[in-house]
């Protein structure tokens, strides 16, 4: 059943004083609104995922390709194995890494230096269906992180990473200014890994 498809027509923009339309207000969220609004929502926004054996200079590229800080590391099934983030790459834990194997940090892979799975942590769907912004501002304070990872059960003791909180993206839908991110290079060598990397 293969459709045509007319193109739509355009408009010329020529003698127009255009401006850039603004976020409605009427649907900017407050603390007080449902959780599920300010929830990146894997069903309808792809992942930005990576593989394990990806160099951390061409993890912090996909990061600035994708405009994002985070990112769900999979295995060749797509199965998530962890998640790395900015302070992964341009934090300490290269640093130490690649001293403890006797090997230069940009010789590391993702696999080297990520959260694995068994050590990360994400709300349940069915607690975010529940909560209010507030409630995800005080988890994502509480773990002294940036994002906060979203669980769906499923059948046969699967899970599903359906959704991402970022508290960049919830400081801009409030309309407040970026907070300041806590998984920055902190110290000298921080700031070496993230040069050498």
Same mark, same amino acid.
């Given at each position: 059943m293969n459709r045509e498809f007319d193109p739509l027509p355009? &408009?010329?923009? @020529?003698?127009l004083h255009c401006e850039v339309a603004r976020t409605d207000n009427n649907r900017r969220v407050s603390r007080n609104s449902p @959780? =599920?609004?300010?929830?990146?929502? !894997?069903t309808r926004i792809p992942a930005a995922t =990576? &593989?394990?054996e990806t160099s951390l200079a061409d993890a912090n590229r996909a990061m600035i390709l994708r405009g994002v800080r985070? !990112?769900?590391v999979t295995d060749s099934r797509h199965q998530v194995m962890g998640v790395i983030s900015v302070a992964d790459l341009l934090g300490e834990g290269p640093v130490r890494t690649a001293q403890e194997r006797g090997v230069r940090v940009g010789e590391l892979t993702v696999h080297s230096v990520m959260t694995p799975l068994e050590r990360t942590e994400a709300v349940e769907l069915g607690e975010v269906m529940r909560a209010d912004v507030g409630h995800v501002l005080a988890t994502l304070k509480r773990s002294g992180r940036q994002h906060a990872l979203v669980l769906e059960r499923c059948e046969g003791g699967r899970g599903l990473i359906r959704g991402i909180f970022s508290a960049s993206q919830i400081a801009r839908q409030l309309g407040e200014p970026q907070p300041v991110s806590t998984e920055i290079a902190r110290n000298f060598a921080e700031i070496e890994a993230a040069i050498s990397a």
């Open positions: 355009q &408009a010329r923009l @020529a003698g @959780a =599920i609004e300010v929830m990146t929502d !894997l =990576i &593989a394990a985070l !990112l769900l």
